[in-house]
C-alpha cells in the first residue's frame, strides 16, 4: 500500500527541507570562505561584515551580464538565488548553466533539485534520468534520483532500486546510512 496523500506531503516537505538545508549551509559556507562566489575578499576590512545576499547577487549578476556564456558564473548566481530563496530565478539560471555546460553533473543535479523542491517532479525526473544516462556511476544522482521517485512520485520501488545502486557505488558514509534508512521505511511501507 502506498502512503497517504498527507504522508507523501509530509515526507516530499521534510526531504525538501533537508535539500534546501544543504544547499543553504553549503551557500553560507561559501560566503565565508569567499571563493565559492569568487568575491575578492582583499577589499573588505578586517573583522568587516560579509557581504549581504543582496550584493552578492548584484556582484554576480554583473559577472553574468558581462559573461553571458560563462557557466561557472551562471550557476554561482543561480546558488546566490537559491540560498536567498528566490526559487524561480535559481531555477532558470540553472538552466542557462546547464545549457551552457550540459556535461556538467553538478550544474544538471542542482537543477533537478530545484525542479523538485518546486514541485516540478516530471523534469526533475528528466533530468536525473539524463544525468545517469551521461554519467551512470554518479552516486549522487542516483541518491537523489531515488528520493525524487519515491517522494515526489510515489514510485517507492523505483526509489529503492536507486538507492541501492547508489550504496553500491558509494560504499559507505553518513548518506549511505540515510539511503538504508530510507529504503528500510519505504519497503515497510510497501508492504502495508
Excluded: C
Excluded at 509530509?10 to 538545508?21: D, G, M, N, V
Excluded at 544543504?22 to 576590512?45: A, E, K, M, R, Y
Excluded at 544516462?133 to 554518479?138: G, I, L, M, S, V
Amino acid at each position: 500500500m502506498a502512503f497517504s496523500y498527507r504522508e507523501r506531503k509530509k515526507r516530499r516537505q521534510r526531504i525538501a527541507f533537508i535539500i534546501l538545508t544543504v544547499f543553504l549551509s553549503l551557500g553560507l559556507l561559501g560566503t565565508s570562505i569567499g571563493w565559492f562566489f569568487d568575491l575578492p575578499s582583499s577589499n573588505q576590512p578586517s573583522g568587516a561584515e560579509p557581504p549581504s545576499p543582496e550584493k552578492i547577487i548584484a556582484e554576480l549578476e554583473s559577472q553574468a551580464r558581462a559573461n553571458p556564456e560563462d557557466a561557472d558564473v551562471a550557476a554561482r548566481l543561480a546558488r546566490a538565488y537559491l540560498d536567498a530563496g528566490k526559487m524561480e530565478q535559481a531555477l532558470k539560471t540553472y538552466e542557462k548553466a546547464v545549457q551552457l555546460r550540459p556535461e556538467n553533473s553538478d550544474f544538471r543535479i542542482e537543477l533537478a533539485l530545484v525542479q523538485f523542491l518546486l514541485g516540478r517532479n516530471d523534469e526533475a525526473v528528466a533530468n536525473f534520468e539524463e544525468e545517469i544516462r551521461r554519467h551512470p556511476d554518479n552516486a549522487r544522482a542516483h541518491y537523489y534520483y531515488g528520493q525524487v521517485l519515491a517522494l515526489g512520485k510515489g514510485d517507492y520501488e523505483g526509489g529503492i532500486r536507486e538507492l541501492e545502486k547508489f550504496i553500491q557505488l558509494a560504499g559507505q558514509g553518513d548518506d549511505v546510512a540515510q539511503a538504508r534508512k530510507m529504503i528500510e521505511e519505504w519497503k515497510a511501507q510497501l508492504k502495508k
